[in-house]
């Protein structure tokens, strides 16, 4: 049972346009969703959180967006810049078994074409 | 700060191989993971410690050993490689308080034949 899905896998958008990565959930338990970024060889890090009591979380030019009504969520980035090519994973948490559980999605790969 | 580091960074095993994968975190963190990422299918949570001297199953944890002597190294243990552990593992670590915030290292590719 996937509780975090991206059902798309890849997206080219041009240097400059805005990106909008989507996220779907199944659980409604989750209170704190997340995007990581990750590049090849390396580990993914932490871009952008959301509580799901907000329904949008801005830093520079990344904004995250929470519909609980359609436990949907969406990362934008404008403009799209050639270094933010790379694998993007939904992640979202909740308190369980004494810790933060995150539970990740599949990824999608961005790619930025100058 | 070097963050969190993994060795080895690639490795292959034969069947029946074991073998330890050394994880550490110089940030201090309560908290340390290990998961694994495979094609199509995301971070599955193999293990995890809320502190010292304390772990945990997570979602597949079948195959797998782990130990947590000090608070800045968790080592992930293979006692019986098979095939179907050929991934990627990422170690992770976090504050006790973070809500989903996590620090990854660079990860270990392992084949096994």
């Known amino acids: 049972d996937q509780q975090v899905k991206q059902n798309s896998p890849s997206l080219s958008v041009q240097e400059g346009r805005i990106s909008i990565l989507n996220c779907d959930y199944t659980?409604?338990?989750?209170?704190?969703f997340l995007w990581y970024k990750k590049y090849p060889a390396e580990g993914p890090t932490f871009l952008i959180s959301?509580?799901?009591?907000?329904d949008k979380n801005e830093d520079g030019r990344f904004t995250v967006f929470l519909n609980k009504s359609a436990k949907h969520l969406s990362l934008h980035i404008v403009p799209s810049q050639p270094g933010d090519s790379a694998v993007y994973f939904c992640a979202a948490s909740l308190y369980s078994g004494g810790y933060q559980k995150v539970t990740f999605g599949t990824g999608t790969k961005l790619q930025v074409i100058p | 700060n070097a963050g969190v580091t993994q060795t080895p960074k690639f490795r292959v095993l034969k069947t029946g191989q074991s073998m330890t994968l050394l994880c550490a975190q110089d940030?201090?963190?309560?908290?340390m993971y290990w998961y694994r990422q495979d094609p199509g299918m995301g971070l599955r949570l193999i293990h995890y410690?809320?502190?010292?001297?304390?772990?945990a199953k997570g979602e597949v944890p079948d195959g797998y050993n782990v130990s947590r002597l000090k608070k800045q190294n968790f080592l992930l243990g293979l006692e019986s490689a098979a095939p179907s552990q050929t991934s990627v593992y990422f170690c992770?670590?976090?504050?006790?308080?973070?809500?989903?915030?996590?620090?990854f290292g660079p990860g270990t590719r392992l084949t096994v034949t």
């Open positions: 992770a670590s976090s504050y006790s308080r973070a809500r989903g915030e996590q620090y």
């Open positions: 410690s809320v502190g010292e001297g304390t772990t």
């Open positions: 940030m201090n963190h309560e908290y």
């Open positions: 659980n409604s338990m989750f209170d704190y």
């Open positions: 959301i509580s799901s009591i907000k």
